[in-house]
């Protein structure tokens, strides 16, 4: 018994902050699936069920994670100062935030909740992160990877529900700040990726991330904004041609060991899927709505993978494991 004890506990200091990610892409699956079911005069019960299955999987793996706070202290700092694992901390309050999103139009004060939550969290992460980078004396151009823009993208992400929920202009500050450092961080990928070795395998998934920020942005520029002008374009067509440069690297991709990472997938799919949809409502244009029917298709087959290929690495106990 004392054995399995020992055990559990060794596992518990494994369990990864990035986990959180998987939270994010069933946040955005739901997102993506309620406004299909909006646009299209579905049925909103599969939305509203994987919504409540994604609030379920959030309390789970947050308590999973609070278990390792108190019981593997040191195992968490060493993540909070891990030149990777750093970024996937905002994984947490992006959670809450697009839960957030998810509650707007079922309750309403929950969302508003969850929102303060989100938003208060995240800012601090995003100024522990920063000043991570900026003081840092470990930090290396190899570990520059895609999933840098997590924090920047949770702060892109807040108006989306902090418009509809009243506060604009906190929702205006959020967008400014990863407004201003999503093109400096793209600049440093690129030069990283050009001239420097590639990317580990593991860490491939992650230019998944690269459709976010524009696709996200169009999103809540269009809340704070209220119109479909020509900077909203660029955004949505900034995110488009993202997507069509992932899409050319399958072969790669296809061949790829399973890890979480392969979660980072997911929610840039919502994303894109969902602003494409929004694309179709704005314009009328038929193109828009077959391109995000495709790419919604496209998302479902990717979070069934994920499920499952997730499901059979905690069963054979590759998850929660030593690196």
């Known amino acids: 018994m004392a054995e399995n004890h020992t055990h559990s506990q060794s596992r518990?200091?494994?369990?990864?902050?990035?986990?959180?990610?998987?939270v994010m892409g069933m946040a955005g699956f739901s997102i993506a699936l309620a406004k299909a079911e909006s646009i299209y005069h579905l049925d909103?019960?599969?939305?509203?069920?994987?919504?409540?299955?994604?609030?379920?999987?959030?309390?789970?793996?947050?308590?999973?994670?609070?278990?390792?706070?108190f019981t593997q202290k040191r195992a968490v700092i060493q993540e909070l100062h891990h030149p990777i694992k750093i970024s996937f901390f905002p994984t947490v309050s992006i959670s809450l935030i697009?839960?957030?999103?998810?509650?707007?139009?079922?309750?309403?004060?929950?969302?508003d909740i969850l929102w303060l939550i989100g938003t208060s969290l995240h800012l601090i992460f995003t100024l522990y992160v920063m000043n991570a980078w900026i003081n840092h004396d470990h930090f290396d151009i190899k570990h520059m990877n895609p999933a840098w823009f997590i924090p920047i993208v949770g702060n892109i992400l807040v108006p989306i529900?902090?418009?509809?929920?009243?506060?604009t202009d906190v929702s205006w500050f959020f967008f400014s700040i990863g407004l201003m450092f999503w093109p400096?961080?793209?600049?440093?990928?690129?030069?990283?990726?050009i001239f420097h070795p590639?990317?580990?395998?593991?860490l491939i998934p992650t230019f998944f991330i690269l459709i976010a920020?524009?696709?996200?942005?169009?999103?809540?520029?269009?809340?704070?904004?209220?119109?479909?002008?020509?900077?909203?374009?660029?955004?949505?067509?900034a995110a488009l041609f993202f997507t069509l440069l992932v899409f050319t690297q399958f072969r790669k991709f296809s061949k790829l060991q399973f890890f979480l990472s392969w979660w980072a997938y997911s929610?840039?799919?919502?994303?894109?899927?969902?602003?494409?949809?929004?694309?179709?409502?704005?314009?009328?244009?038929?193109?828009?709505?077959?391109?995000?029917?495709?790419?919604?298709?496209?998302?479902?087959?990717?979070?069934s993978m994920l499920i499952i290929k997730t499901s059979k690495a905690i069963m054979d106990q590759q998850i929660c494991v030593e690196e």
């Open 12 to 22: 518990l200091a494994y369990f990864p902050v990035s986990f959180f990610s998987s």
């Open 44 to 69: 909103s019960r599969v939305s509203l069920t994987l919504s409540m299955f994604t609030v379920v999987l959030f309390l789970s793996l947050l308590g999973l994670y609070a278990v390792k706070l």
């Open 98 to 111: 697009l839960l957030s999103i998810t509650m707007l139009h079922i309750n309403r004060a929950l969302a």
């Open 161 to 167: 529900s902090g418009v509809p929920l009243g506060y």
């Open 184 to 193: 400096v961080l793209l600049t440093i990928i690129y030069y990283r990726v």
């Open 198 to 202: 590639a990317l580990p395998g593991k």
């Open 213 to 237: 920020p524009p696709a996200v942005g169009f999103l809540s520029y269009l809340q704070l904004n209220g119109e479909l002008d020509n900077f909203a374009r660029i955004l949505y067509f």
């Open 267 to 303: 929610f840039p799919m919502a994303a894109i899927s969902i602003a494409t949809m929004v694309m179709y409502q704005k314009t009328d244009n038929i193109i828009f709505s077959v391109i995000g029917i495709s790419l919604l298709t496209i998302l479902t087959l990717f979070i």
